[in-house]
């Protein structure tokens, strides 16, 4: 099946730098790439995605790069600010039309914006 | 628009016993997905329900399972419980089946202790 790695598993950055999170993912099938944030006693709230016809999506402060040769994607966030701390995961799909697989997470990366 | 509730949202069981954990989506949701989180695994899939049907399953023993109402409403229950299983569940939905259809509405989660 699947398999999604991310790194770095702590990232402690200054407010108002940028901050980048790297994901790889072993099936050249997967095809939808989400990032989601988890803030502490929440459930994870999705914040950009990809697909596979896309090289890069912006989003305001965020963006995220998809290099399918290589089967790596990125998130950035750029100008970070205090409200940005918290745990960041990537995922990856496979799922085509109907299919119904769900999505393979990495085991995500603790953001820490210091003041 | 309420989002995603699960109930309880904290309960302690001891090994052997069994637990039922509850899901209601989002409103005009059709797709109730279960995920198991931990320090060491991170998020798991265990299996999704759409139309009450489960269209996929992750590699979970059979001691999970789960069902879907007619209302959209989802149940998990893990039987026969072991200390491994003391984790946050998470329910997510969704409006279409698959995990590369879009985004996931996740709940706050289920804390279990199993002691």
């Known amino acids: 099946g699947e398999n999604v790695e991310q790194h770095p598993s702590t990232l402690s950055v200054q407010e108002g730098d940028s901050a980048v999170i790297k994901c790889t993912y072993s099936d050249s099938a997967s095809n939808y790439f989400p990032w989601y944030k988890q803030e502490l006693g929440k459930g994870p709230q999705l914040i950009i995605d990809i697909r596979s016809n896309v090289g890069e999506k912006k989003d305001q402060r965020i963006a995220v790069t998809l290099n399918k040769t290589a089967k790596h994607f990125s998130l950035h966030i750029t100008e970070t600010q205090p409200e940005d701390s918290a745990v960041y995961f990537c995922a990856a799909s496979i799922g085509s039309g109907g299919g119904a697989d769900g999505l393979t997470f990495g085991k995500g990366t603790h953001l820490i914006i210091q003041p | 628009k309420a989002g995603v509730t699960q109930t309880p949202r904290y309960l302690i069981k001891t090994r052997g016993q069994q637990v039922t954990l509850s899901c209601s989506p989002i409103s005009g949701h059709r797709s109730v997905s279960w995920y198991q989180q931990t320090p060491g695994q991170g998020l798991q899939f265990l299996f999704e329900y759409f139309s009450e049907t489960q269209r996929n399953k992750g590699n979970f023993p059979g001691r999970f399972s789960g069902r879907q109402f007619s209302n959209s409403r989802s149940e998990m229950n893990v039987s026969t419980l072991e200390l491994g299983d003391s984790a946050l569940y998470l329910c997510?939905?969704?409006?279409?089946?698959?995990?590369?259809?879009?985004?996931?509405?996740f709940g706050e989660g289920s804390r279990l202790t199993v002691l």
């Open positions: 997510a939905s969704s409006l279409f089946s698959g995990g590369n259809t879009g985004e996931l509405f």
